[in-house]
């Protein structure tokens, strides 16, 4: 399975922009990139998600890199409320054998 | 409406003692999923079940077994449970592959074993 590669924790100031990378230079063709979040107590839920060009929605937005062998999830502004782990993760023709690694926790400092 | 609900939401017990959780979904999606997330917060994937059928049964001990009687449901019986079992454990739905609707997830069941 393609895995990726996330750093274990990221510090940022509330209403700042939040870049959060990751790597995954093993990726497919056919890998999607899939961002979650997990608050505390809660289960993972879905961000965004793309194949090759960028994706905007209302939680953030996602850059994929031109050779798809990294992407980063933007916060455009964060909030104490954004204050999660963030996973990083493929999903393609695993047939939903995705591996949620240990992901970026990210704290927001008021 | 709960998209992905389990229950129970919390569950202590004994000991070789036997418990089930159950897992619903109301999304229409034709897999389902169990996950263990163990004290270090990694979050590892156990069963899928796609339209009622077996499709990822990852090395997970015997005395965990799965059942789906439709597609909604997946519901996991464990046997004989032990100190190791205590952990969260997430049910999660998605349309088959899952690559571009990704998975919903429940709220968990923290099981703590005693």
């Known amino acids: 399975d393609a895995k990726t590669t996330q750093p274990n924790s990221m510090e940022s100031n509330e209403e700042e922009p939040v870049h959060l990378p990751c790597n995954h230079s093993t990726i497919s063709g056919t890998d999607y990139i899939h961002w979650y979040r997990q608050l505390p107590s809660q289960g993972p839920e879905y961000v965004i998600h793309?194949?090759?060009s960028n994706v905007n929605n209302r939680m953030a937005s996602l850059a994929i890199a031109e050779d798809r062998k990294s992407s980063t999830l933007i916060l455009h502004r964060a909030t104490l409320r954004d204050a999660a782990v963030y996973y990083c993760?493929?999903?393609?023709?695993?047939?939903?054998?995705?591996?949620f690694g240990d992901g970026t926790t990210l704290t927001v400092k008021p | 409406d709960t998209a992905v609900s389990q229950t129970p939401k919390y569950l202590v017990t004994q000991m070789g003692n036997d418990k089930s959780i159950k897992c619903e979904q109301n999304l229409g999606h034709d897999t389902m999923y169990w996950y263990k997330q163990d004290s270090k917060k990694f979050l590892k994937i156990m069963f899928s079940y796609n339209n009622k059928e077996l499709i990822i049964n990852e090395t997970v001990p015997n005395r965990f077994s799965p059942k789906s009687p439709d597609k909604a449901h997946l519901n996991l019986h464990i046997n004989s449970l032990e100190l190791g079992d205590s952990a969260v454990y997430f049910c999660?739905?998605?349309?088959?592959?899952?690559?571009?609707?990704?998975?919903?997830f429940g709220s968990g069941t923290r099981l703590t074993v005693v």
């Open positions: 999660a739905s998605s349309h088959f592959g899952a690559s571009v609707g990704g998975y919903t």
């Open positions: 793309g194949l090759t």
């Open positions: 993760i493929l999903i393609g023709t695993n047939a939903g054998k995705s591996t």
